[in-house]
């Protein structure tokens, strides 16, 4: 199985820019499609953004369009989240997930390995 690890959380202002990383090993990452989650506190874990398997379709939440990238490099067995132009509601636990499954993966339960986390904290 693979193992996921999460990394490049802060605390930034608003307006800022990060970098999250989501490091795999394990296994080869090409064939599992990944997904970034967040969950803020009392909230429920929500899909960020996800690339596909294969040849890396992405699709993002409305939350995200236009400000988050989703990239994936295989060769380097990573998969980024660039979030640019942060907002206080960006503020949340962000989550490296995995799946070998293909499809519409939008819900946290088709998601079968994860990171462990990494703060992501927008200030005012």
């Known amino acids: 199985q693979v193992q996921l690890v999460e990394s490049g959380g802060g605390l930034v202002q608003v307006g800022d820019s990060l970098r999250l990383s989501c490091a795999a090993s394990?296994?080869?990452?090409?064939?599992?499609?990944v997904g970034w989650f967040r969950q803020a506190p009392g909230k429920e874990r929500d899909l960020v953004a996800r690339v596909s398997k294969g040849v890396g379709h992405t699709h993002y939440a409305d939350s995200a369009k236009g400000r988050f990238t989703i990239s994936r490099d295989n060769t380097k067995n990573t998969v980024s989240l660039q979030m640019n132009s942060l907002k206080p509601e960006d503020t949340a636990i962000y989550y490296c997930?995995?799946?070998?499954?293909?499809?519409?993966?939008?819900?946290?339960?088709?998601?079968?390995?994860w990171g462990q986390g990494t703060q992501v904290t927008v200030s005012s």
């Open positions: 394990g296994r080869p990452f090409s064939p599992y499609a």
């Open positions: 997930a995995a799946t070998t499954r293909a499809g519409i993966l939008t819900t946290p339960g088709m998601y079968d390995y």
